[in-house]
């Protein structure tokens, strides 16, 4: 089972991290990370960069699609080879999934028209206008599509997907071994849990947030 | 303020992209993953490499320090460079931090004698022969010393970190940013929390789970 992690410049690391590291301990899978070039490709801060491994055309028939979000996302939304590649591996593929504004990415390329989908709170608003059916959930999932809001909930649905992959024993079992029992020390996760002050905040640096400038 | 991130060969990246995640957004922060030499490090699955953008050599001087775990890192327990690194980076540094069983590093290291500290639950009995006083707690700080228990318990540790540094507005405006507002579909992800018999299944793997192999 191959799973491909799409990475492009200014992407958001755990966007990527997150699923990786719940999905690479499912038995038999193979993990590749993939670009437009194989090398490395820098995070949307700047100090981080991960090695893509492969390039696009290298994978090209790949089992499961995960796309991470981050800033960079929005010039691919357009014609270009990874719209040209997300395209061609969903044919084949038995999951797609998408974490953050990685759901825009597939919604620009077509996949997600009429489906049920999410995204980062702060980019809710940009996936009906993609033709697709926008749901404020953690995780999403309308077929083989599953989609997950902001950055942290990428790991939540894999946790989802790795239980529809190999069952829940095994879901749970990479969950004890990941220790995965979050105990977040301020309960601001979510628009409807923040102080209103820290929404407020937020909001007022949406444009930052989602494009970095 | 400068934050180094250790790499090491066969660490686990959610160690080290979880903390990094949170504090690369903190105001004047500038992260830096380091390793023995720049380059790409790869984790303990292999299909995945960071960059060390610094040498050891280059960052003498970070004001936080994060260490993560792997199964790579029983090779840094004795003399050598990534010891005398960490023991020199200390001297000055405002925060030392660990997640998983990068806390046994530190350990190793002479820099916990004495003091109360976590590390993966399957680890824990390695604690205490390093002069270190176990805590069975998902972060547990004392004094300038943070350490996170397994894997996903450094983005706990690092929101923490985060209020210390920053004061809780800021962290809760990251929080609110990443969406940190975890829904685990399965609730295993401890071994009080985890069915019986998934607990015993990962208890029958803990050599591989701690070292691969």
Same mark, same amino acid.
């Given at each position: 089972?191959?799973?491909?992690? %799409?990475?492009?410049?200014?992407?958001?690391?755990?966007?990527?991290?997150?699923?990786? $590291?719940?999905?690479?301990?499912? =038995?038999?899978?193979? %993990?590749?990370?993939?670009?437009?070039? @194989?090398? =490395?490709?820098?995070?949307?801060? /700047?100090?981080?960069?991960?090695?893509?491994?492969?390039?696009?055309?290298?994978?090209?028939? @790949?089992?499961?699609?995960?796309?991470?979000?981050?800033?960079?996302?929005? #010039? #691919?939304? /357009? $014609? /270009? @080879?990874?719209?040209? !590649?997300?395209?061609?591996?969903?044919?084949?593929?038995? !999951?797609? &999934?998408?974490?953050?504004?990685?759901?825009? %990415?597939?919604? &620009?390329?077509?996949? %997600?028209?009429? +489906?049920?989908?999410?995204?980062? !709170?702060?980019?809710?608003?940009?996936?009906?206008?993609l033709g697709t059916v926008p749901v404020a959930q953690r995780v999403v999932t309308d077929g083989k599509y599953i989609t997950a809001s902001g950055v942290s909930?990428?790991?939540?649905?894999?946790?989802?997907?790795?239980?529809?992959?190999?069952?829940?024993?095994?879901?749970?079992?990479?969950?004890?071994?990941?220790?995965?029992?979050?105990?977040? =020390?301020?309960?601001?996760?979510? =628009?409807?849990?923040? @102080? +209103? $002050?820290?929404? &407020?905040?937020?909001?007022?640096?949406?444009?930052?947030?989602?494009?970095?400038?």
């Amino acid at each position: 089972m191959q799973i491909a992690v %799409l990475l492009f410049d200014r992407f958001t690391a755990l966007d990527a991290v997150g699923p990786y $590291e719940v999905l690479a301990h499912l =038995p038999g899978a193979h %993990l590749v990370f993939v670009g437009e070039r @194989p090398g =490395p490709v820098r995070t949307e801060v /700047g100090s981080l960069a991960l090695t893509a491994d492969a390039a696009l055309s290298e994978v090209d028939n @790949p089992d499961v699609v995960v796309v991470p979000g981050g800033p960079g996302q929005r #010039h #691919h939304m /357009g $014609e /270009g @080879p990874i719209r040209d !590649w997300l395209r061609a591996v969903d044919i084949t593929s038995t !999951w797609t &999934a998408s974490v953050c504004t990685g759901s825009l %990415l597939l919604a &620009a390329a077509g996949l %997600l028209t009429g +489906r049920r989908a999410t995204t980062h !709170w702060l980019a809710h608003d940009q996936l009906a206008p993609l033709g697709t059916v926008p749901v404020a959930q953690r995780v999403v999932t309308d077929g083989k599509y599953i989609t997950a809001s902001g950055v942290s909930a990428g790991i939540d649905m894999a946790f989802t997907l790795a239980g529809r992959i190999a069952g829940d024993a095994v879901a749970q079992a990479i969950q004890l071994a990941h220790e995965y029992d979050p105990q977040p =020390p301020y309960q601001a996760g979510s =628009p409807e849990r923040a @102080p +209103r $002050e820290v929404l &407020a905040a937020v909001r007022s640096r949406k444009d930052f947030i989602l494009s970095r400038g």
